[in-house]
């Protein structure tokens, strides 16, 4: 099992899920498959209400054991600003490969560009960080979005960003 329902059928010529298929949760094993990012850099532990070509949600539990608390800052803790950044991007590029299905083999998502961004509360040991992101569009590999990253429903940042779709 790995994590996951859908309540449509792939597409037949591409392998692909069809647009707007939902699936429910992605596990972290599945998430280790899709991007090849590893702790301590792996900032999802979940994509759940995926809903494909479209949107995403990453939740980031958020522990005192993190390795960056121990620097920012050891008297009060904060989970950097950058790094909820990078949870965005991660979850943008998990619904990325589950867009582009068995195409995706051999790719990676790049950062191009963040826009707008804006850091509204400090995120601390634990609290669990729900990334909601959106699809803006995409033209060939380049694929723009706009994530927001809530705790407790409360928004604490947000971003603007586009990523690039490149062989490994």
């Known amino acids: 099992m790995d994590g996951t329902t859908a309540d449509q059928p792939a597409e037949a010529d591409t392998g692909a899920p069809a647009p707007g298929t939902v699936i429910d949760a992605i596990d972290i094993a599945r ?8 702790y301590p850099f792996l ?3 979940r994509v759940v209400d995926i809903v494909i070509n479209s949107s995403a949600i990453g939740v980031k539990n958020v522990s005192i054991n993190e390795g960056f608390f121990q620097g920012h800052f050891p008297s ?3 989970m950097p600003g950058v ?4 949870s965005m991007a991660q979850t943008a590029a998990v619904l ?3 867009t ?3 195409d995706a083999q051999g790719k990676v998502v790049y950062f191009m560009s963040i826009d707008s961004a804006k850091f509204r509360r400090p995120v601390v040991p634990g609290d669990q960080l729900r990334v909601h992101v959106v699809k803006q569009r995409n033209r060939g590999n380049v694929w723009k979005f706009h994530a927001i990253a809530r705790v407790d429903g409360v928004s604490v940042a947000e971003a603007t960003y586009a990523a690039m779709i490149m062989d490994n």
């Open 83 to 86: 790094l909820i950044i990078e």
């Open 43 to 45: 900032l999802i532990d």
């Open 31 to 38: 998430i280790m498959r899709a991007i090849p990012h590893r």
């Open 96 to 98: 990325v490969v589950e």
């Open 100 to 102: 582009l299905g068995p």
């Open 76 to 78: 009060h803790p904060v």
